[in-house]
């Protein structure tokens, strides 16, 4: 079965955030994302990594974390200068994470000149970072009002504009199935750009159960096709989210 990660900015949520490295695991995972991991010193991070024998499968860009700022603006015009310095300051991060990919924000905005404006700071970091990878990812509209990115005929369209070998697709499986309302027709579509895949319950982004989407044949299928990445659990969970991990323990 595929190779499962915990994202610990919303799961082990009942802990402090330094200590949900040991929860995840505890509870079987062999790697974590976090999405906004610079609230923390990254030694700490490093740390807590390190002991307990787990890989950093992904964080975003920008920081802070989105509690303090706006959720990406790699599409904003005539913001380059913010996006290259803060896309570098998280660069620095991946690299002490020793991140398998860095996940570029497009933020909030419209039309075609946002449209060029992400294509070119996609393609100068994609040079900046040649041995980091890097991803995009499309984001349903009713969770992130005005994101950009939130269309897979417009996330391949870009990807295939940058050309770049280390600027692939991050696929949700929750925001593919509000965008399409057909998650594995579009999964067929896109899954040759994937590189990351991250999972969460249909309609309330709870645990990743059967249901609206049939993981446990998903998950089948994923491992037919030969996908080799990682799959992360990025949902908010029901109750505690040690009661909640059946989707993982029913494929140890």
Not at 182 to 194: E, F, G, I, N
Not at 219 to 246: C, I, K, M, N
């Given at each position: 079965?595929p ?13 402090p955030?330094?200590d949900?490295?040991e929860?995840?695991a505890?509870?079987g ?6 999405l ?11 740390r807590r990594?390190a002991?307990f024998g ?6 975003n ?10 959720r ?17 300051r ?6 002490a994470?020793?991140?398998t ?11 075609d ?10 393609t ?16 349903n509209?009713?969770?992130m ?6 269309d897979?005929?417009?996330a391949a369209?870009i ?7 280390n600027l ?20 067929k579509k ?18 990743p ?6 993981y446990?044949?998903w998950?089948?299928g ?10 992360s ?14 989707w993982?323990k029913?494929?140890?």
């Amino acid at each position: 079965m595929p190779r499962f990660a915990a994202n610990l900015t919303l799961l082990f949520t009942e802990l402090p955030f330094l200590d949900r490295f040991e929860a995840a695991a505890e509870a079987g995972f062999d790697a974590v994302e976090v999405l906004f991991p610079y609230e923390d010193a990254a030694p700490e991070v490093q740390r807590r990594l390190a002991a307990f024998g787990l890989h950093m499968v992904l964080i975003n860009t920008p920081p802070p974390n989105w509690t303090g700022g706006a959720r990406g603006f790699a599409a904003i015009p005539d913001g380059q200068d913010r996006f290259r310095h803060d896309f570098k300051r998280a660069l620095r991060f991946a690299h002490a994470f020793n991140a398998t990919h860095l996940h570029i924000m497009a933020g909030v905005a419209d039309g075609d000149a946002a449209r060029s404006i992400f294509v070119e700071n996609l393609t100068w970091a994609a040079a900046e970072a040649p041995k980091q990878s890097l991803t995009i990812e499309p984001i349903n509209q009713g969770d992130m009002p005005g994101y950009f990115l939130s269309d897979y005929d417009l996330a391949a369209d870009i990807l295939g504009e940058v050309n770049a070998p280390n600027l692939g697709l991050q696929f949700d499986a929750y925001h593919a199935h509000k965008i399409t309302g057909d998650m594995p027709a579009t999964w067929k579509k896109v899954k040759h750009l994937t590189r990351h895949i991250q999972i969460g319950g249909l309609p309330d982004r709870h645990e990743p159960l059967a249901g609206v989407i049939d993981y446990p044949a998903w998950f089948q299928g994923l491992d037919d096709g030969g996908y080799d990445g990682w799959v992360s659990g990025e949902y908010h969970p029901a109750g505690r989210t040690e009661d909640g991990l059946s989707w993982i323990k029913g494929f140890d």
